[in-house]
């Protein structure tokens, strides 16, 4: 059974950082583009990064630039997030997914794997 946990939520200040991780376990993760999505209140899921298999391509909302960084680990089969200068407006539920292929798409749709998802809180 495939299992995409995510892990390092919670509450942080405007201008702070936090670092989400995800553990896939049940299989192995080769060849597949691994992302993060976020959901905030009221609005759809949207695209936040996503990395290929050979972590040789990154892709990031326009947004998050500059201030998120998502790498991988083959070996350990996890996946982070390193959010710094974090603004209110990046509050949502950030979730973990995995698709199959080398390239990388925005649309929730074509991600089949899932976590449930962790809660980042930013105040201002």
């Known amino acids: 059974q495939v299992q995409l946990v995510e892990s390092g939520g919670g509450l942080v200040q405007a201008g702070g950082s936090v670092r989400l991780s995800c553990a896939a376990s049940g299989r192995t993760f080769s060849g597949y583009v691994m992302g993060w999505f976020r959901q905030a209140p009221g609005k759809e899921r949207e695209f936040v990064a996503a990395?290929?298999?050979?972590?040789?391509?990154?892709y990031y909302l326009d947004s998050v630039k500059g201030r998120f960084t998502i790498s991988r680990d083959n070996a350990k089969n996890t996946v982070d997030l390193q959010m710094n200068s974090l603004k209110p407006e990046d509050t949502a539920v950030y979730y973990c997914?995995?698709?199959?292929?080398?390239?990388?798409?925005?649309?929730?749709?074509?991600?089949?794997?899932w976590g449930q998802g962790t809660q980042v809180t930013v105040s201002s």
């Open positions: 990395v290929t298999w050979s972590a040789g391509t990154t």
């Open positions: 997914a995995a698709k199959f292929g080398n390239w990388i798409t925005r649309s929730s749709g074509t991600y089949a794997f």
